[in-house]
């Protein structure tokens, strides 16, 4: 007969001797198995089309020769769970659309994924997926898919506001897919974590955006080369952005406006 309680002394007694939580521990050891998965992967060599709507240019030349973070601002394990976490709700809202009838393609025919890359391949982008037919909505197919799954302030925001005003980064990012694909509209899909209501917006390509953030794509590019750095994004530190950033520390103590 198995044995399942041979060890539960020993267990016991370190529970008792360890102030943290019986939570606090299991997730300890969660999060820095994430974080090793994390550390052991490939950086990237490219500048990825998600980042291009970055409102902050020199943020994205320290992304991409990458500078070191400032001390504590690294990814910790809770949100690399938050990553995983909306890969599994983007499948749910795939599986979803497809029941409803959408030709939804998220995959190329020999498995790879959808994406583009120019600039000697140093900007790169990977789609979510391509919408090739579906029921009628007076939508023109095909068109760009693209998720995000948001917590419900967020989400609120985004159905209130629309995808441009809300989220700037994810606009710039479709664009930039759209232009480098050759697609003229995108579908943009919201799911709330909270309530798993939907929102989705159609998204028409804009000529001048994607133009505009092609050239700040290269800005970057040609910065990061020559060992610039680009303009911040405001002219005080405590701007909100600033605050928030893992290279403020760095950036405001550099000479360069």
Same mark, same amino acid.
């Given at each position: 007969?198995?044995?399942?309680? +041979?060890?539960?002394?020993?267990? #016991? ?40 709507? =970055? ?8 992304? *991409? ?9 690294? /990814? =910790? ?6 990553? =995983?976490?909306? +890969? &599994? ?24 994924? *959808?994406? /583009? ?8 982008? +990977? &789609? ?28 609120? $925001? ?18 930039? #897919? ?7 509209? @995108?579908? *943009?899909? @919201? ?7 939907? #929102? +989705?917006?159609?998204?028409?390509? $804009?000529? @001048? ?8 794509? &290269? ?6 080369? @020559? ?5 911040? &994004?405001?002219?005080?530190?405590? /701007? ?18």
């Amino acid at each position: 007969m198995l044995d399942l309680n +041979h060890k539960s002394s020993c267990v #016991y007694g370190r529970a008792a001797m360890d102030p943290q939580p019986l939570g606090a521990r299991i997730n300890a050891h969660i999060d820095k198995a994430l974080v090793t998965e994390r550390d052991s992967q490939r950086p990237r060599d490219y500048l990825g089309a998600s980042r291009i709507g =970055e409102p902050c240019a020199r943020r994205l030349v320290y992304e *991409f020769t990458k500078t070191p973070v400032d001390p504590g601002k690294d /990814f =910790e394990g809770r949100t690399l769970r938050i990553f =995983e976490a909306g +890969h &599994v709700f983007e499948d749910l809202a795939i599986r979803w659309l497809r029941q409803a009838g959408f030709d939804l393609r998220t995959e190329k025919r020999d498995g790879g994924q *959808f994406g /583009f890359e120019t600039a000697g391949g140093r900007i790169r982008g +990977h &789609v979510d997926g391509v919408i090739v037919g579906g029921p009628n909505l007076e939508i023109s197919w095909p068109v760009l898919w693209e998720h995000k799954a948001l917590k419900a302030s967020s989400w609120n $925001d985004t159905a209130k506001k629309g995808v441009r005003a809300s989220k700037p980064v994810y606009f710039a990012q479709m664009q930039i #897919y759209m232009a480098y694909m050759e697609l003229e509209a @995108a579908l *943009f899909t @919201a799911l709330n974590k909270d309530t798993c209501e939907l #929102y +989705h917006e159609h998204v028409s390509f $804009d000529a @001048a955006a994607a133009q505009a953030l092609s050239d700040k794509g &290269v800005d970057v590019l040609r910065a990061a080369d @020559a060992g610039d750095l680009l303009p911040r &994004v405001a002219a005080h530190a405590d /701007f909100f952005l600033c605050r928030f950033c893992p290279f403020g520390a760095r950036c405001w103590s550099e000479g360069q406006a």
